[in-house]
């Protein structure tokens, strides 16, 4: 069983930047592919980045590629988004999301674990 708590959103200007960060429980934190999705109102919930266990590299929804930023510290059991040069189009609910996947998942319906998600709101 793992338990995931998103903390890092907030309201940001269009330009600026945020780090959202989903601490983990569980000791087997370092086997769990990583993700990262987000819901807007009336919206279904999408992918934006992910990363497998070793964490060497991070994959990322093209919205987001080179804006956004997904790694791990699997000695903190914590994962982080790094997201810079928002845009009103960023703002929503970001929920970070975990699974014994054996490769990048892109869907939600591949995750077991979720968090109750933070809320990003980006203005003009």
């Known amino acids: 069983q793992v338990q995931l708590v998103e903390s890092g959103g907030g309201l940001v200007q269009a330009g600026g930047s945020l780090r959202l960060s989903c601490a983990a429980s569980?000791?087997?934190?370092?086997?769990?592919?990583m993700g990262w999705f987000r819901q807007a109102p009336g919206k279904e919930r999408e992918f934006v980045a992910a990363?497998?266990?070793?964490?060497?590299?991070?994959y990322y929804a093209d919205s987001v590629k080179g804006r956004f930023t997904i790694s791990r510290d699997d000695a903190k059991n914590t994962v982080y988004l790094q997201m810079n040069s928002l845009q009103p189009e960023d703002t929503a609910v970001y929920f970070c999301?975990?699974?014994?996947?054996?490769?990048?998942?892109?869907?939600?319906?591949?995750?077991?674990?979720w968090g109750q998600g933070t809320q990003v709101t980006v203005s003009s």
């Open positions: 999301a975990a699974d014994t996947l054996r490769r990048i998942g892109v869907h939600a319906y591949e995750y077991k674990y």
């Open positions: 569980g000791r087997t934190f370092s086997s769990y592919v």
């Open positions: 990363i497998i266990w070793s964490g060497s590299s991070g």
